[in-house]
């Protein structure tokens, strides 16, 4: 006797809607183990694959996070035999495959996720000055960066302020879980 | 586990825009933990760091990259054939680690599931706002206008926020209610720019706007709150046997009049919660972890938990683990609308694991528990009997 079961329905929207929001961190991720930004997109690609044709069912983002870095970190490891960098002095620089490694790559990745998700929501001229801003600008350079005054360089940043403020207030649901 | 998402949190704050006192302290603890953790934070916090990560990360384009990945994962067919001696086996296993399921060759049981199919239903009910002056306004999103008026004022459908014509009845604590019926789920903002979500079969009784030193509210049911942070004007959560008390976080209380304990769940932030014989009893939650307070035993039990388990439904899930039936059809019957019967007690126990999304059928979800082949379930109209299998 044979039955069709139709085994989980995976949702390719809510796929997509992880994929727009966490493939740049994982590509970024990988790029510290690779140091190939071409490579390392395809190392996330395929991350994202296992993760779309694995068997079980994870119950949150975090979960789905969880796996993608971890199934990265093993393609990079398997696949590039090097796991020791050394510098010109012939000190190991970094392990690759240590658990430290892993763990700073993966706090790297996600608390400038944070920064950039909470920037990505602010109105462009904003944003602009914020990532200015970042890069060390002072108030004055940036008003004449942008051709706009000081004060209301003053005024869009404080706003801005108060706005990623609350931003990272909702931040939990970004964060993977760590083991 | 918790500090390293604590630790990601307070950096990024420290990049964006400085951290205060105690976060400074926080940040100082991790720093003297180890050598790699000042090696690390150094680098985070660098502009050339930050930088070169700003560059590499515009130059990625997500859409070219999801193109190539569609194709590979749209390349077959999402439909396993299988060719099926032991039906339980196979999906007991299906049940425990599959979200969303549904038979397709019910022979049999076609004929009662057709008929069926248009009586027990998934919710979509809508919630009710009850006014303090009695006033009930229907806040159905079928409706075609967003906002209704009544004789004081208006209220927005979408949030059941009230704007008062009359100012000086909105500065008096007068408190509207909520009623959230079977099968329905509200979102709430509350004056001080608190948002509660609201599960099915609870209501929440609130102020119009909060005055005094406190902001109080009266919970029967389940609602997740994200209280706008005040340190001078506490919020305390009401509910029969607890009082969950903060200044600002995230937490998930349970507390529906038929459970046998109410659970509150920390998210995020401090709270203080009060239980026990007059609420004396005071106990201080950290993230993640989660007080329940048993009446009859008079226990109060703190633990660290799986926070995501105890929001799934937030998320549109109902997730069980090992959890017996009756349960499950209690947790179920807020949502759909059932009458249902049990054999006898043997029945009553029989456990489950599983994820299971709200919107799913019901029919689905008994399909799969009659294929395990522990028990038989008889349907008509809207009523399900749960039947011992006889062997």
Redesign the interface.
């Known amino acids: 006797m044979r039955t069709i079961l139709k085994i989980g329905k995976k949702n390719k929207q809510d796929f997509k809607f992880l994929f727009n929001d966490f493939f740049p961190l994982l590509v970024l991720f990988v790029d510290r183990y690779l140091n190939d930004e071409d490579k390392s997109a395809d190392v996330a690609q395929e991350s994202f694959i296992r993760l779309w044709k694995s068997s079980n069912t994870f119950d949150s983002n975090d979960k789905r996070k969880s796996f993608l870095y971890t199934t990265a970190r093993n393609i990079c490891l398997n696949e590039f035999r090097h796991d020791v960098v050394v510098d010109e002095h012939n000190t190991v620089v970094k392990c690759l495959d240590s658990d430290i490694f892993f763990r700073d790559n993966i706090i790297e990745e996600e608390t400038y996720s944070l920064v950039y998700s909470a920037i990505d929501k602010l109105a462009p001229q904003s944003k602009k000055i914020i990532l200015l801003s970042l890069r060390g600008y002072g108030n004055i350079e940036i008003a004449e960066e942008l051709n706009i005054s000081v004060n209301t360089v003053r005024t869009l940043k404080q706003n801005a302020y108060k706005k990623l403020k609350s931003f990272l207030h909702d931040y939990f649901y970004l964060i993977t879980v760590f083991f | ?1 918790q500090e ?2 604590n ?3 307070l ?3 420290e ?3 400085g951290l205060d006192d105690s976060e400074k302290n926080e940040l100082q603890i991790w720093l003297n933990e180890s050598d ?1 953790n000042v090696v ?1 934070y150094e ?2 916090i660098s ?1 050339s760091n ?2 070169a ?2 560059h ?2 515009s ?2 384009n ?1 859409k070219a ?2 193109k ?3 194709k ?3 390349s077959k067919r ?8 032991n ?1 339980a086996a ?2 007991l296993i ?1 049940f425990s ?9 019910k022979r049999i049981d076609n004929k009662h599931n057709v008929l069926a199919h248009q009586v027990i239903k998934p919710g979509s009910a809508s919630a009710q706002l009850i006014l303090a002056d009695g006033d009930k306004i229907d806040l159905s999103n079928n409706a075609s206008n967003k906002q209704v008026e009544f004789a004081g004022g208006v209220v927005d459908r979408d949030s059941a926020v009230v704007k008062y014509l009359n100012k000086e009845t909105s500065e008096v604590e007068r408190y509207n209610t909520i009623v959230v019926p079977k099968g329905g789920e509200y979102n709430l903002q509350l004056s001080d720019g608190t948002t509660v979500f609201i599960n099915s079969k609870t209501s929440l009784k609130f102020p119009i706007a909060f005055v005094g030193n406190k902001r109080v509210v009266y919970l029967e049911g389940e609602a997740y709150f ?1 209280v706008a ?1 005040n340190k001078k004007l506490p919020f305390i959560v009401k509910s029969k046997h607890m009082d969950v008390q903060v200044t600002g976080t ?1 937490f998930n209380v349970k507390a529906y009049n038929d459970d046998k304990q109410v659970e509150t769940t920390l ?2 932030g401090g709270v203080n919660i009060l239980s026990g014989v007059d609420k004396k009893e005071k106990v201080i939650l950290k993230p993640s972890q989660q007080a329940r307070y048993n009446s009859i035993g008079d226990r109060l039990v703190v633990e660290k938990v799986d926070v ?2 105890y929001t ?1 439904w937030r ?1 549109g ?1 109902f ?1 069980f683990k090992e959890d017996r039936l009756e349960d499950i059809m209690k947790v179920l019957g807020r949502w759909y609308d059932f009458n249902v019967f049990y054999q006898n007690k043997s029945t009553r126990e029989i456990k489950f694991s599983g ?1 299971i999304d709200r919107y799913e059928s019901i029919y689905s979800i008994i399909d799969v528990i009659k294929c395990t082949q522990k028990l038989d379930v008889e349907i008509k109209g809207k009523t399900i009997v749960f039947i011992e299998k006889s062997r």
């Not at chain 2, 680690?97 to 060759?105: G, P, Q």
């Open positions: 586990m390293n998402k630790i990601c949190k950096i990024s704050r990049i964006l825009f790699e690390l680098k985070l502009e930050i930088q990560y700003h590499k990360r130059r990625i997500v990259n999801w190539v990945i569609e590979r994962i749209s999402r439909l396993y054939v299988t060719s099926l001696v039906c196979v999906v299906i680690f599959v979200s969303v399921f549904y038979l397709l060759n994200k942070k995230e998210i995020e995501d388990f799934a998320k899930q997730v994820n």
